[in-house]
């Protein structure tokens, strides 16, 4: 068997072809008129159709997401969008057209993210649909015959990708039908655009059809009919016995043209029949030219027996090439592909009209075959399809890519030859250069070797309650990228079923996905359940049913995954794999790539040949051959030896261990019991792959293997920004390049621990220093994988265009708890700098191998690895993922920033106790002016708080301490207060300190504490702002009945404020029944500092407002309240001498009439006690006599105020005429007469 077989030099990177957001499909009706008696002419029509994946069935899915057929057009002559991808489903009646360009230019502010769906009354035929590219518009044109051989010409400007409003143009005006009359009885079979305004067509009769469009814009075409015969009965009759081979319920004719073309001179149509000739006809004449068997047989005409025909079905029969310099004359060559001996034929035509001698055969010395049978290792195959790309100036560096099937099995292989070499190299060449291309980690092949897949988990009974399985089965399900939601959705749909046909509770619509797939799978385990079941038992029955439902995801996976077609970007030189719901470009392997791919002709003892010689140099065999033996030698190891690697590793990049490097890694080995694992056979297998001695083995060696794994840049800045689909690519190759690279580390450290006891080692190996190096790598990775399958919810644009996308859709989901779109954390984070790297130009397939792992070096190259992870972790705080910051955290380093940013994560979860533990351990280390924020951060702190740090543990305390407030943690914000004020020196920064005074204040209000408050306030310098202070602190101490605080403090000299404060609330009360007893806390803290008269007129002024007020509480006779007043009011009068024993009381001037009392107009009001004047009266001790009434003007009476003196003796007959007047209520001694006169007590 042929060493070539194993050599696979590139790789498929499949993307999900998917919607770019809900709203982003837009689908049109297009016209349909009346033909015949029972047609119903549909009228065209414009939807924007939502994001819905509630397909009931299977049925419904692969109308929807799987194409039927499909490909990629690349337009030459306008630069964005290039690429187009078309899909024909639902039974090809819908043809679906997007853009799938990798990049463009940075100053395009919008990106070609719409997918348009053409909606045809009746499906279009097989191979009779194409697209041009319009030169003098920028612009898509769409040809397609329908099964009733209408021709639709579609053209859809450049905005209808980008611009929705761009489509509501009426239909009618970009679609155009019309029934060319060429085709009337006829099958059309065969459809080529040669440009936006020429089409071939060929007929199931052998004829061609050439349409040239008119200029009048009507949509209508000259016809030219090529073939052979005139009109006759015959042609529109098939005669009995005559040969015809069926395809799509129509019998074609053996001289129908299976593939054609015009030559680059445009002057001939060439072809390819069923009968396997190539055939010309003159484009001007109509007449035929050369006519030649694909093979070069000569012509058997009289001989009987039914001659080869060639499979209508198969995709490609031929190529034209232009290529300069042309063998031995040669104006053009033509490529044709004979299926009849699996031959490649290169004809080079010299004039097509002559049938002898215009062509010939340009190496019929050699058998041109592909050797498939070897590589594929079968000999029932069929090429499907071919492409090749002519060298850059002639036939040297040729590519021919070909995919073949075999069964159920297809493979896509290329060569690259030179033409004009000699017959033996040509040989030689075809015979071993091939190679292959791997389908890559989505096949299902590899899915089945993927490690972390639980389907091939083979768990005994000590291992069940080990492994997390539902964690497990849920992290490979929804790993990004690896299957599609609608995927998932139709098999969670189909696995339903049998649950609602149980019986089974109804599972919540408005769950995600994840938590309707868990509770499905666990109430199937759960149907059989009676009483009590055995724990190892229902972990079997689990473990059966997410078995069941992967196999439902896998089928699905595996209908995506059909071949449709193989494209080639000829600007870029890169080719691409359609599948049903897959796009795949072909990238090339990078070195560990092609070691692991072709590890057996590594480890071969034989010198590699072919491509993979070519491409790994003899020095580097030594790096491939340890790379291959460390594989094997890890694979060898049992899975619980796995598991306890997996988890030391995670322990030993996690956590700063204080032990030597020796230590670590003898404390590693002994924990996964490396040496008990390892057999003699596996020993022995060990070195035969290396095929050395372990003790040959070299520190550089190891260090050369880890050099691989990372790019050389080289190049120029490109001024672009990454597509949607580029991202994804990107992001597709990355995560391969991220897995393969952490296997590859694993094995090296596995390989490492296990020689670190062997005995007579070479002098060049140093266990230690490699084991630090992978270590560190291996950290690099693990964060770099986290990232690469940790999906986000708040997105972040990658260039212009992205921003305004993300803007607009940040207005349309205002309402919606959801974002559109979901993205991966190293999307973006890095996303924005996908082109920040130096790319290469012309890298052809190499360019997202490149690209990719340039990409990923980016991220830890402009810093160190701890600034690294600290700026990934105030990203995701900025972007208010703080669970997924929660998890990143436990990569934080042991630095004082990375504390911080700990505090900030326990700050935006609640954790306020931790948050204040983290921000305290790193405010000395913050706030010193050696440290610089700059250095470790660009944008988490706001430039209004940067000046915060490094400038004084007081100005950071008051940063700290401001994150709180945001979070209303007064009581931490109270803490940090404190330590802001303890912190700052004497005299120093007075506006700092009043700053830290006034939160400390409002802290210690919103938390009351009381005390703090008080001595806050007191503190304070600023009058203003102790002076509201007060006020603050007197209504939180009565709201919150803590007046005996008020009484207890001395307020040293903001006494008579207070005074003042609680003399206006007492002003402002209208109602004494309700709110807080301000006269008599005003009376307590007159009375507590021995104002003993001023706490009598206090409440003076509340007897008066209650003996005047209408409450029914108030005249009650059980009710004490006046008489408590009384009593307190006559004590607090009894305290003082003789002379001072009374209050000035206000009352209006009709008031002074009918009351007793001196009347003294003018004054101070009474209330403000002894403070209101007594040595302006002396020692008055009785009221004087009424005066007359005075004579007021209208309106004077209830302005002017006046004062009256109220005497101890005077409130002691007013407290006995209250007492009175009690008893006799209470008795029923009611007088009958007025007060003051003589009267009879009953």
């Given at each position: 068997?042929?060493?070539?077989?194993?050599?696979?030099?590139?790789?498929?990177?499949?993307?999900?072809?998917?919607?770019?957001?809900?709203?982003?499909?837009?689908?049109?009706?297009?016209?349909?008129?009346?033909?015949?008696?029972?047609?119903?002419?549909?009228?065209?029509?414009?939807?924007?159709?939502?994001?819905?994946?509630?397909?009931?069935?299977?049925?419904?899915?692969?109308?929807?997401?799987?194409?039927?057929?499909?490909?990629?057009?690349?337009?030459?002559?306008?630069?964005?969008?290039?690429?187009?991808?078309?899909?024909?489903?639902?039974?090809?009646?819908?043809?679906?057209?997007?853009?799938?360009?990798?990049?463009?230019?940075?100053?395009?502010?919008?990106?070609?993210?719409?997918?348009?769906?053409?909606?045809?009354?009746?499906?279009?035929?097989?191979?009779?649909?194409?697209?041009?590219?319009?030169?003098?518009?920028?612009?898509?044109?769409?040809?397609?015959?329908?099964?009733?051989?209408?021709?639709?010409?579609?053209?859809?400007?450049?905005?209808?990708f980008?611009?929705?409003?761009?489509?509501?143009?009426?239909?009618?005006?970009?679609?155009?039908?019309?029934?060319?009359?060429?085709?009337s009885?006829?099958?059309?079979?065969?459809?080529?655009?040669?440009?936006?305004?020429?089409?071939?067509?060929?007929?199931?009769?052998?004829?061609?059809?050439?349409?040239?469009?008119?200029?009048?814009?009507?949509?209508?075409?000259?016809?030219?009919?090529?073939?052979?015969?005139?009109?006759?009965?015959?042609?529109?009759?098939?005669?009995?016995?005559?040969?015809?081979?069926?395809?799509?319920?129509?019998?074609?004719?053996?001289?129908?043209?299976?593939?054609?073309?015009?030559?680059?001179?445009?002057?001939?149509?060439?072809?390819?029949?069923?009968?396997?000739?190539?055939?010309?006809?003159?484009?001007?004449?109509g007449?035929?030219?050369?006519?030649?068997?694909?093979l070069?047989?000569?012509?058997?005409?009289?001989?009987?027996?039914?001659?080869?025909?060639?499979?209508?079905?198969?995709?490609?029969?031929?190529?034209?090439?232009?290529?300069?310099?042309?063998?031995?004359?040669?104006?053009?060559?033509?490529?044709?592909?004979?299926?009849?001996?699996?031959?490649?034929?290169?004809?080079?035509?010299?004039?097509?009209?002559?049938?002898?001698?215009?062509?010939?055969?340009?190496?019929?010395?050699?058998?041109?075959?592909?050797?498939?049978?070897?590589?594929?290792?079968?000999?029932?195959?069929?090429?499907?399809?071919?492409?090749?790309?002519?060298?850059?100036?002639?036939?040297?560096?040729?590519?021919?890519?070909?995919?073949?099937?075999?069964?159920?099995?297809?493979?896509?292989?290329?060569?690259?030859?030179?033409?004009?070499?000699?017959?033996a190299?040509?040989?030689?060449?075809?015979?071993?250069?091939?190679?292959?291309?791997?389908?890559?980690?989505?096949?299902?092949?590899?899915?089945?070797?993927?490690?972390?897949?639980p389907?091939?988990?083979?768990?005994?009974?000590?291992?069940?309650?080990?492994?997390?399985?539902?964690?497990?089965?849920?992290?490979?399900?929804?790993?990004?990228?690896?299957?599609?939601?609608?995927?998932?959705?139709?098999?969670?749909?189909t696995?339903?079923?049998?649950?609602?046909?149980?019986?089974?509770?109804?599972?919540?619509?408005?769950?995600?996905?994840?938590?309707?797939?868990?509770?499905?799978?666990?109430?199937?385990?759960?149907?059989?359940?009676?009483?009590?079941?055995?724990?190892?038992?229902?972990?079997?029955?689990?473990?059966?049913?997410?078995?069941?439902?992967?196999?439902?995801?896998?089928?699905?996976?595996?209908?995506?995954?059909?071949?449709?077609g193989?494209?080639?970007?000829?600007?870029?030189?890169t080719?691409?794999?359609?599948?049903?719901?897959?796009?795949?470009?072909?990238r090339?392997?990078?070195?560990?790539?092609?070691?692991?791919?072709?590890?057996?002709?590594?480890?071969?003892?034989?010198?590699?040949?072919?491509?993979?010689?070519?491409?790994?140099?003899?020095?580097?065999?030594?790096?491939?051959?340890?790379?291959?033996?460390?594989?094997?030698?890890?694979?060898?190891?049992?899975?619980?030896?796995?598991?306890?690697?997996?988890?030391?590793?995670?322990?030993?990049i996690?956590q700063s261990?204080?032990?030597?490097?020796?230590?670590?890694?003898?404390?590693?080995?002994?924990?996964?019991?490396?040496?008990?694992?390892?057999?003699?056979?596996?020993?022995?297998?060990?070195?035969?792959?290396?095929?050395?001695?372990?003790?040959?083995?070299?520190?550089?060696?190891?260090?050369?293997?880890?050099?691989?794994?990372?790019?050389?840049?080289?190049?120029?800045?490109?001024?672009?920004?990454?597509?949607?689909?580029?991202?994804?690519?990107?992001?597709?190759?990355?995560?391969?390049?991220?897995?393969?690279?952490?296997?590859i580390?694993?094995?090296?450290?596995?390989?490492?621990?296990?020689?670190?006891?062997?005995?007579?080692?070479?002098?060049?190996?140093?266990?230690?220093?490699?084991?630090?190096?992978?270590?560190?790598?291996?950290?690099?990775?693990?964060?770099?994988?986290?990232?690469?399958?940790?999906?986000?919810?708040?997105?972040?644009?990658?260039?212009?265009?992205?921003?305004?996308?993300?803007?607009?859709?940040?207005?349309?989901?205002?309402?919606?708890?959801?974002?559109?779109?979901?993205?991966?954390?190293?999307?973006?984070?890095?996303?924005h700098?996908?082109?920040?790297?130096?790319?290469?130009?012309?890298l052809?397939?190499?360019?997202?191998?490149?690209?990719?792992?340039?990409?990923?070096?980016?991220?830890?190259?402009?810093?160190?690895?701890?600034?690294?992870?600290?700026r990934?972790?105030?990203?995701?705080?900025?972007?208010?993922?703080?669970?997924?910051?929660?998890?990143?955290?436990?990569?934080?380093?042991?630095?004082?920033?990375?504390?911080?940013?700990?505090?900030?994560?326990?700050?935006?979860?609640?954790?306020?106790?931790?948050?204040?533990?983290?921000?305290?351990?790193?405010?000395?280390?913050?706030?010193?002016?050696?440290?610089?924020l700059?250095?470790?951060?660009?944008?988490?702190?706001?430039?209004?708080?940067?000046?915060?740090?490094?400038?004084g543990?007081?100005?950071?305390?008051?940063?700290?301490?401001?994150?709180?407030e945001?979070?209303?943690?007064?009581?931490?914000?109270?803490?940090?207060?404190?330590?802001?004020?303890?912190?700052?020196?004497p005299?120093?920064?007075?506006?700092?300190?009043?700053?830290?005074?006034?939160?400390l204040?409002?802290?210690?209000?919103?938390?009351?504490?009381?005390?703090?408050?008080?001595?806050?306030?007191?503190?304070?310098?600023?009058?203003?702002?102790?002076?509201?202070?007060l006020?603050?602190?007197?209504?939180?101490?009565?709201?919150?009945?803590?007046?005996?605080?008020?009484?207890?403090?001395?307020?040293?000299?903001?006494?008579?404020?207070?005074?003042?404060?609680?003399?206006?609330?007492?002003?402002?009360?209208?109602?004494?029944?309700?709110?807080?007893?301000?006269?008599?806390?005003?009376?307590?803290?007159?009375?507590?500092?021995?104002?003993?008269?001023?706490?009598?007129?206090?409440?003076?002024?509340?007897?008066?407002?209650?003996?005047?007020?209408?409450?029914?509480?108030?005249?009650?006779?059980?009710?004490q309240?006046?008489?408590?007043?009384?009593?307190?009011?006559?004590n607090?009068?009894?305290?003082?001498?003789?002379?001072?024993?009374?209050?000035?009381?206000e009352?209006?001037?009709?008031?002074?009439?009918?009351?007793?009392?001196?009347?003294?107009?003018?004054?101070?009001?009474?209330?403000?006690?002894?403070?209101?004047?007594?040595?302006?009266?002396?020692?008055?001790?009785?009221?004087?006599?009424?005066?007359?009434?005075?004579?007021?003007?209208?309106?004077?009476?209830?302005?002017?105020?006046?004062?009256?003196?109220?005497?101890?003796?005077?409130?002691?007959?007013?407290?006995?005429?209250?007492?009175?007047?009690v008893?006799?209520?209470?008795?029923?001694?009611?007088?009958?007469?007025?007060?003051?006169?003589?009267?009879?007590?009953?």
């Amino acid at each position: 068997m042929s060493q070539s077989r194993g050599t696979c030099l590139y790789r498929e990177a499949r993307l999900n072809v998917e919607p770019t957001y809900p709203g982003s499909t837009i689908a049109f009706t297009l016209p349909y008129g009346v033909v015949g008696t029972f047609d119903t002419a549909v009228e065209p029509k414009r939807t924007v159709l939502p994001e819905d994946h509630t397909d009931k069935d299977e049925d419904g899915f692969a109308k929807r997401n799987l194409a039927c057929d499909g490909s990629i057009f690349f337009r030459r002559h306008h630069e964005y969008p290039r690429s187009f991808l078309w899909r024909l489903l639902n039974n090809r009646k819908i043809l679906e057209v997007q853009s799938v360009d990798l990049d463009h230019d940075v100053n395009h502010d919008v990106e070609a993210n719409l997918t348009l769906l053409l909606h045809f009354p009746t499906p279009v035929r097989p191979f009779c649909l194409a697209i041009a590219e319009p030169e003098e518009h920028d612009a898509l044109t769409v040809f397609a015959i329908t099964t009733r051989n209408d021709l639709y010409t579609i053209t859809l400007h450049r905005d209808f990708f980008s611009r929705p409003a761009a489509s509501e143009l009426e239909i009618a005006e970009w679609c155009k039908r019309s029934a060319p009359s060429l085709f009337s009885n006829r099958i059309p079979y065969r459809l080529v655009a040669t440009s936006s305004t020429e089409l071939l067509v060929t007929l199931d009769d052998g004829g061609i059809v050439r349409l040239v469009k008119r200029s009048c814009g009507d949509g209508s075409w000259e016809e030219s009919l090529y073939k052979e015969t005139s009109w006759s009965v015959k042609n529109l009759l098939k005669w009995k016995g005559e040969q015809t081979v069926r395809f799509d319920n129509g019998d074609l004719d053996l001289s129908a043209a299976a593939a054609v073309d015009l030559s680059p001179d445009r002057n001939h149509i060439l072809s390819v029949c069923l009968n396997h000739r190539l055939r010309a006809w003159n484009v001007a004449s109509g007449k035929p030219g050369i006519s030649t068997d694909l093979l070069g047989e000569p012509d058997h005409p009289n001989e009987k027996g039914a001659s080869y025909i060639i499979d209508p079905s198969q995709s490609t029969h031929m190529a034209v090439l232009n290529v300069p310099g042309g063998v031995d004359g040669a104006l053009y060559h033509v490529v044709t592909y004979s299926s009849k001996q699996h031959q490649f034929k290169f004809w080079g035509v010299r004039d097509a009209d002559t049938p002898d001698q215009g062509i010939f055969d340009v190496k019929p010395e050699v058998e041109l075959i592909p050797p498939v049978d070897e590589l594929m290792d079968t000999t029932a195959w069929t090429l499907s399809e071919f492409v090749i790309n002519p060298g850059p100036s002639g036939w040297r560096g040729t590519e021919l890519w070909i995919r073949v099937r075999s069964g159920p099995s297809t493979r896509v292989f290329a060569l690259k030859f030179n033409l004009n070499n000699s017959p033996a190299e040509l040989r030689n060449t075809w015979r071993h250069d091939w190679v292959s291309v791997d389908p890559g980690p989505l096949s299902l092949e590899q899915l089945k070797q993927n490690t972390a897949n639980p389907a091939e988990f083979d768990l005994d009974a000590s291992e069940l309650f080990e492994v997390d399985l539902v964690e497990n089965w849920l992290e490979f399900l929804f790993y990004p990228g690896r299957f599609s939601v609608a995927a998932l959705e139709i098999a969670l749909n189909t696995y339903r079923r049998g649950l609602q046909r149980s019986g089974a509770t109804q599972l919540a619509a408005k769950a995600s996905l994840k938590e309707r797939i868990c509770s499905t799978v666990t109430a199937f385990a759960a149907l059989e359940q009676n009483g009590v079941v055995n724990q190892i038992e229902f972990h079997n029955r689990l473990a059966a049913q997410w078995q069941a439902f992967y196999s439902l995801v896998k089928d699905l996976h595996k209908r995506r995954g059909e071949y449709l077609g193989l494209a080639f970007d000829y600007t870029s030189g890169t080719p691409w794999i359609i599948s049903s719901d897959y796009l795949s470009p072909i990238r090339s392997c990078s070195v560990p790539e092609i070691v692991s791919l072709n590890s057996q002709a590594m480890i071969s003892s034989e010198a590699l040949s072919g491509r993979l010689g070519k491409v790994l140099a003899a020095e580097d065999r030594d790096v491939a051959r340890l790379m291959c033996a460390a594989s094997s030698f890890r694979k060898s190891l049992p899975r619980t030896f796995q598991t306890s690697l997996e988890r030391e590793i995670e322990s030993e990049i996690l956590q700063s261990r204080s032990l030597s490097v020796v230590d670590r890694m003898e404390l590693m080995e002994a924990n996964c019991s490396l040496s008990q694992q390892v057999s003699d056979d596996d020993l022995s297998a060990l070195v035969e792959d290396l095929g050395t001695s372990i003790k040959d083995i070299t520190s550089e060696t190891f260090m050369r293997v880890i050099d691989s794994l990372g790019p050389d840049e080289e190049g120029q800045l490109q001024r672009k920004q990454a597509a949607r689909y580029g991202l994804s690519a990107l992001m597709r190759v990355s995560q391969e390049t991220i897995e393969l690279s952490k296997s590859i580390l694993l094995d090296l450290l596995v390989l490492v621990l296990y020689m670190q006891y062997e005995e007579d080692l070479s002098e060049d190996f140093d266990a230690s220093e490699v084991f630090v190096q992978i270590i560190d790598e291996l950290k690099h990775y693990a964060i770099l994988s986290w990232m690469s399958q940790t999906v986000w919810s708040h997105q972040s644009s990658t260039g212009p265009a992205s921003a305004h996308l993300l803007k607009t859709l940040s207005e349309m989901s205002k309402n919606s708890k959801q974002f559109p779109i979901t993205q991966t954390v190293i999307e973006g984070i890095l996303g924005h700098r996908a082109f920040a790297a130096e790319i290469p130009t012309g890298l052809r397939t190499q360019l997202l191998t490149y690209w990719s792992r340039v990409w990923l070096a980016r991220t830890f190259k402009d810093t160190d690895l701890d600034t690294a992870i600290e700026r990934i972790m105030a990203i995701l705080l900025q972007q208010k993922e703080y669970g997924l910051a929660f998890e990143f955290s436990r990569y934080l380093p042991e630095s004082p920033w990375a504390t911080y940013l700990k505090g900030s994560m326990h700050l935006a979860l609640g954790e306020n106790d931790l948050a204040s533990i983290c921000f305290k351990k790193a405010a000395h280390n913050l706030a010193t002016p050696s440290f610089s924020l700059d250095d470790v951060d660009d944008s988490f702190i706001p430039l209004d708080q940067r000046d915060s740090f490094s400038g004084g543990l007081p100005r950071y305390y008051s940063h700290v301490l401001s994150l709180f407030e945001k979070y209303k943690a007064y009581s931490f914000v109270a803490d940090f207060a404190r330590l802001g004020l303890r912190s700052l020196s004497p005299k120093k920064d007075e506006e700092l300190k009043t700053d830290l005074l006034s939160r400390l204040f409002n802290a210690s209000i919103q938390t009351c504490r009381i005390d703090d408050a008080y001595s806050a306030m007191m503190r304070h310098t600023n009058t203003v702002l102790r002076s509201a202070a007060l006020q603050t602190l007197l209504t939180t101490l009565i709201s919150h009945s803590q007046t005996p605080k008020l009484f207890s403090y001395s307020f040293l000299d903001l006494t008579s404020e207070v005074d003042a404060l609680l003399l206006s609330h007492c002003h402002k009360q209208l109602n004494l029944s309700s709110g807080p007893p301000y006269h008599n806390i005003l009376y307590a803290f007159r009375i507590a500092r021995n104002d003993f008269r001023g706490a009598a007129s206090i409440l003076h002024d509340k007897l008066v407002r209650l003996k005047n007020s209408s409450s029914q509480k108030v005249q009650d006779p059980k009710d004490q309240t006046l008489a408590r007043t009384y009593l307190m009011v006559l004590n607090a009068l009894a305290c003082v001498s003789k002379d001072d024993a009374y209050v000035l009381a206000e009352v209006r001037g009709l008031d002074v009439v009918r009351g007793g009392g001196a009347a003294v107009p003018g004054g101070s009001s009474s209330l403000n006690g002894s403070r209101g004047g007594s040595s302006a009266i002396g020692g008055v001790t009785a009221a004087a006599p009424a005066p007359a009434p005075p004579q007021w003007g209208i309106g004077k009476a209830k302005k002017l105020l006046k004062r009256r003196v109220v005497t101890l003796d005077m409130l002691r007959k007013e407290y006995q005429a209250e007492l009175d007047r009690v008893e006799a209520i209470e008795t029923g001694n009611y007088p009958f007469v007025e007060a003051g006169d003589e009267m009879d007590i009953l």
